[in-house]
């Protein structure tokens, strides 16, 4: 007599249960059986920010307050004022642009399309009634078309090929652009800073398509915040493997990128090796950069940060729509601040230096420890911490 699969379900579901209890985890055990049964027998999250929708396709809740207005009423109260502050920001950064190009710089908006916004069809019937017929996304697109900002419409190109791309735009559990759409945006980015800087840059071509259910951290990234009791089933997609092609006789600009998390699974492919110094700034907050002085620091204590910013042969801002509510994160504002008053000098780099110490209490505390054992007040020994620290990054950029 064969065994029926709800007995071996139980079965399984009862040894672990002993186990769970055995090792004194029964209440973790028991919360993940709750979230099991709640999600796979009546499509409930525990997690506010997931939602679960048809074909069993997650999606961030942010995500959704987006293109159903909710973001938008939260923060201007009304499309009118939405649409005002829109007109202000698009001024802004028609004057960053002339800034820039004074400068030598060229500028490029990425506009990012989020998952609801392109697979609408896959949210909960309920939640597709709420879709409000204004797009904040849509109106930047038309005032920068209407002003001649250079931009991308990944929202416009991923509608249009998403029934003919051969593998899903988004995975099933995924909130970025997956990880297959990578090539195609990227060799999009750079014909697109070809037209707008004159310069030759690769190609991005994909050596192996390397079919896989080991999903990246992105492509996989709601289903963790589940916490269920068995893994999600994980159909096989591309993580490609990708090169620059037509590398020979090619510019090698230096790009500063101001962004959101869907930088991420670009700066984690070739993309960057077209470029000679890079560095991007998430949320114009954290820095990331290709030469380790600059690399994994906090903007407000980055005092080389007009220096990359003068450097930069191009600057993109790559934003999904669901952060247009601050735009750029102040960008248009900091950066004509950096180009206005150019590097600074020596001391008030120390002085940063010193005050990124004072806000560390482990750090602080360790020059307190160095200053008795040296017999100085603890004022000199940080100044002389600072300035040696000064004097070693100086050093790196030489390098």
């Excluded at 672990?16 to 999600?39: D, H, L, S």
């Excluded at 896959?122 to 709420?130: A, C, E, G, H, S």
């Excluded at 590097?343 to 120390?350: A, H, L, P």
Aim: aromatic fraction near 14%; charge should be negative; proline fraction near 6%.
């Amino acid at each position: 007599m064969k065994t029926k699969p709800r007995h071996i379900i139980f079965t399984v579901c009862l040894v672990a249960t002993i186990a769970a209890c055995m090792y004194k985890g029964f209440p973790r055990f028991w919360e993940r059986c709750y979230n099991q049964v709640a999600y796979s027998f009546f499509g409930n999250t525990i997690n506010p920010y997931v939602v679960k929708g048809r074909a069993n396709e997650l999606f961030l809740k942010p995500n959704i307050d987006d293109i159903s207005g909710k973001t938008l009423l939260d923060h201007y109260g009304s499309i009118e004022n939405a649409k005002a502050e829109a007109q202000k920001n698009v001024e802004a950064t028609k004057r960053l642009i002339d800034t820039l190009h004074r400068h030598g710089s060229d500028f490029l908006f990425v506009f990012c399309p989020t998952k609801p916004a392109v697979y609408p069809e896959y949210l909960p019937k309920d939640i597709q009634k709420q879709i409000s017929g204004f797009s904040m996304a849509d109106y930047y697109i038309q005032l920068f078309k209407e002003n001649g900002i250079p931009h991308i419409d990944f929202y416009s190109h991923f509608k249009n090929v998403k029934n003919s791309f051969p593998y899903p735009l988004y995975t099933r559990y995924g909130s970025h652009w997956a990880e297959s759409t990578i090539p195609f945006v990227g060799d999009s980015i750079y014909r697109k800073l070809e037209e707008i800087a004159g310069i030759e840059l690769p190609s991005i071509r994909t050596i192996d398509l390397n079919l896989t259910k080991d999903y990246s951290i992105q492509d996989d990234e709601l289903e963790p915040g589940l916490n269920l009791l068995f893994s999600l089933p994980k159909p096989k997609l591309p993580r490609p493997i990708c090169s620059l092609t037509d590398t020979l006789g090619k510019d090698r600009p230096n790009l500063l990128v101001i962004c959101d998390g869907y930088f991420t699974p670009l700066a984690n492919s070739c993309f960057l090796d077209a470029f000679h110094h890079w560095d991007y700034w998430i949320y114009n907050r954290d820095t990331y950069s290709s030469r380790p002085a600059y690399h994994w620091r906090h903007l407000d204590m980055l005092y080389e940060a007009a220096e990359i910013l003068e450097e930069a042969d191009i600057v993109i801002a790559l934003y999904t729509s669901n952060y247009l509510f601050d735009y750029l994160h102040g960008f248009t504002e900091s950066a004509q601040d950096l180009l206005q008053h150019g590097k600074y000098d020596r001391q008030e780099s120390i002085q940063l230096i010193i005050e990124q110490i004072k806000a560390n209490p482990q750090w602080m505390e360790a020059v307190e420890q160095q200053a008795r054992e040296r017999g100085l007040s603890t004022e000199e020994n940080l100044y002389q911490n600072a300035e040696y620290i000064f004097n070693q990054n100086e050093m790196k950029k030489e390098q």
